[in-house]
DNA sequence: ACCCAGGGTCATA
DNA sequence: TATGACCATGGG
C-alpha cells in the first residue's frame, strides 16, 4: 500500500487497533448479516440475527422453508423488514441453486461479483462485503463514510461513484482480503464510535478534524 | 420530537 | 444517466 491511503490507514489503525472484521460465526451469518445492514444501524441487526438464531433459522434451508410473513417478523428489528425478507428469499435461492459455499468458492472473483449482483436486493456494497468477508477475496468495499471522509480530505472528488471509488482503493492498496477487511473496519469504526458522538474530539487523528464525520 | 444508520430498487424524465 | 420516492426499526 502507498501514498495518502497508506498514511491514514496506519491512523486509523493507530487509534482504533485491530478490528478482526466480519462480526459472525460463520460464512453464511456474514451474507445474511451483509444484507440485513443495508442502510441500517448494526445494533438492529444483532436482534434480528439473535431472532433468526433462536427460531433455528439461520441457515439457507430454514430461510427457504419459512413463509416471507414469518421471515419478516424474524427480523423485524432490522427495519424495511418486509423487503429485506424478499431479498434473504431471493439470496437464500440463488445460493442453494448455485451450490452453496463449496462451489461458489471455485468461482472466479469477477464471475462471483458478476452473479451476486445479479440476485435482486444485493448491490455493488452488499456484494463486495460477500465477496471480501465470506469468499475472503480482495476486493475494496465502498462505504458513505469512505466517500465522505477521503472527499473531505481531498483524495477523491465529493461525486465520486462507487466503481471509481473502489478502484482508487484496489489500485492503492494491493494487498490480501485481511488488509482490504481491516481498513473498511477501521473506517467504519470511526465513523460510528468517535466521531459521530464527538464532533471535534481531540483524539481524533485525522487532521485532528473528526468533524469530517459530520453529516454535511 | 427529530435525525440518521455499515443500501437497493423502481418509476420517471 | 440521473434524480426522487420508498422501504421502517431503534438509539442518540
Redesign the pocket.
Given at each position: 500500500m502507498t501514498g495518502e491511503l497508506l498514511t491514514v490507514y496506519h491512523q486509523l489503525r493507530q487509534q482504533h487497533g485491530p478490528q478482526h472484521?466480519?462480526?459472525a460465526e460463520t460464512v453464511f451469518e456474514v451474507m445474511i448479516?451483509?444484507i440485513l445492514?443495508?442502510?441500517?444501524?448494526?445494533?438492529?441487526v444483532e436482534?434480528a440475527i439473535a431472532n433468526l438464531k433462536r427460531a433455528n433459522s439461520l441457515s439457507a434451508a430454514a430461510i427457504l422453508n419459512c413463509s416471507v410473513e414469518q421471515l419478516?417478523e424474524l427480523i423485524?428489528?432490522?427495519?424495511?423488514?418486509?423487503?429485506?425478507?424478499l431479498?434473504l428469499r431471493n439470496y437464500c435461492q440463488w445460493y442453494v441453486d448455485a451450490g452453496e459455499f463449496d462451489e461458489l468458492q471455485n468461482w472466479s472473483t469477477g464471475t462471483l461479483r458478476t452473479a451476486l449482483?445479479n440476485?435482486?436486493?444485493?448491490?455493488?456494497?452488499?456484494?463486495d462485503?460477500i465477496l471480501l468477508?465470506a469468499f475472503e477475496r480482495p476486493v475494496f468495499v465502498v462505504?458513505?463514510?469512505t466517500r465522505r471522509i477521503f472527499s473531505r480530505l481531498g483524495t477523491v472528488d465529493a461525486?465520486i461513484?462507487?466503481e471509481d471509488l473502489r478502484s482508487v482503493f484496489e489500485t492503492a492498496v494491493k494487498g490480501d482480503a485481511r488488509i482490504f477487511g481491516e481498513y473498511h473496519?477501521l473506517i467504519?469504526m470511526h465513523?460510528?464510535d468517535i466521531c459521530?458522538?464527538r464532533p471535534r474530539c481531540t483524539e481524533c487523528i485525522l487532521q485532528n478534524q473528526c468533524d469530517l464525520m459530520v453529516?454535511p
Open positions: 472484521w466480519w462480526p448479516g451483509a445492514t443495508q442502510n441500517t444501524a448494526w445494533r438492529n436482534h419478516a423485524r428489528p432490522s427495519g424495511y423488514f418486509n423487503v429485506k425478507a431479498r449482483l440476485v435482486n436486493g444485493v448491490g455493488p456494497e452488499t456484494a462485503d468477508y462505504d458513505a463514510y461525486g461513484g462507487y473496519a467504519v465513523g460510528k459521530k458522538t453529516t
